[in-house]
């Protein structure tokens, strides 16, 4: 009879032992994917024009003028998948089922949206050098093609969770960092003088740059152990960046009509990027 409770109660504790699937700490890095959905929101742009008008063939100064003015610029949201890459460590409080950690997490986005054909409206005045006059006007200034991307995107999650035999739930909040690019593309001043559609800037300038952004996601998953070493983790994150303001400044020269402009286009845009993500990953765990 003793035999038989002792063989019981081994057997008992050997299955205890095995149904405990999660291990006590791990760290653990991961390969997957995730489908994300982008959204460049409606950026703000400003745009101005200063510039000084010579006589071609004597080179005196004649005129000068300038003008200003803002727009937002509407983008649709973006869907799209992408690869993912996590890192990360994780650990039991004493005695207990809770636990902490950190995961570092990168994904390639590579997404861009686009608005054809932007006019940012400008108001504004010249000065005729010979009377003094000075005269008010309006225009735009006319961007071809307005694009936004997002590139990369790496976040670090502090998270604390809860373990059950086999699974984890947890959530985190922590910050990020992504990189995003924006396009002006075939950018020209126009000014409405005296009934007259006129080209201030002359040929077609592009305006781009490379921004990295700061900012934070808040995320929630699970995971499922398949054995102490491997297992799947599924999460939901929403990140968004900084509202950043990026400036910009061209040169212009355009000569017409017997007369020299030259000038400055300049001015900036600011937006930020917020991005939704459903992820799932393998892990190994060490």
Known sequence: MKKI????AGLSSSIAAQAQVVPGSALF????????????????????GVSNVYDAQTGDLVSVGSAGGSTNVSLDTQSTSAPVLQAGYFEHFSGSNWLW??????????????????LIPQAGSFTDLVDQT?????????VRSYQASIKHQMSLIPFIGHSFEQSILYFGVGPTLTQTETELSDT????????????????????????????GAAVVGATYFFDPSWFVDASYSYAVTQNKTTDYSE????????????????????????????????????
């Open 29 to 48: 890095v991961g390969l997957g994917g995730s489908y994300n959905s982008v959204d460049f929101g409606n950026p703000h742009n400003y745009s101005q």
């Open 251 to 286: 040169p212009f020269v355009n000569t017409s009509d017997g007369y020299e402009t030259v000038g400055v286009l300049s001015g900036d845009y600011a937006g930020r990027v917020t991005t939704q993500a459903l992820t799932v990953s393998i892990n190994k765990s060490f």
């Open 188 to 215: 020209i001043g126009f000014a409405d003088i005296d009934g007259g559609h006129t080209d201030i800037t002359g040929s077609p300038t592009s305006i781009s740059s490379t921004q990295w952004l700061y900012g």
């Open 101 to 118: 950690g950190a995961k570092f997490s990168y994904s390639y986005l590579n997404k861009t949206a686009t608005n054809k054909v932007v």
């Open 5 to 8: 409770f002792l063989l019981a």
């Open 134 to 142: 000075p005269t008010a006007f309006t225009g735009n200034v006319f």
